[in-house]
């Protein structure tokens, strides 16, 4: 029973660092087009204009 007096804070400390990290990247706006980026890739022109809607 000792040892739930370490881990229920360990736990609790690593949630907040996991929580405190989302927040953080949805602040930063990393999340905001995950797919976009993978068709980028795939696009035969390579110069530096912006995608059109109907890509």
Same mark, same amino acid.
């Not at 360990?10 to 999340?31: A, D, E, H, N, V």
């Given at each position: ?9 360990? /736990?609790?400390?690593? !949630? *907040?660092? *996991?929580? !405190?990290?989302?927040?953080? /990247? ?9 797919? *976009? ?12 204009? @912006?995608? /059109? @809607?109907?890509?």
């Amino acid at each position: 029973m000792n040892i739930l007096v370490y881990l229920i804070p360990i /736990s609790l400390l690593l !949630g *907040g660092f *996991g929580l !405190g990290f989302f927040l953080w /990247s949805m602040k930063t706006r990393q999340f905001d087009d995950p797919d *976009g980026s993978a068709a980028r890739i795939l696009r035969k022109d390579w110069d530096d204009k @912006p995608p /059109s @809607p109907l890509d």
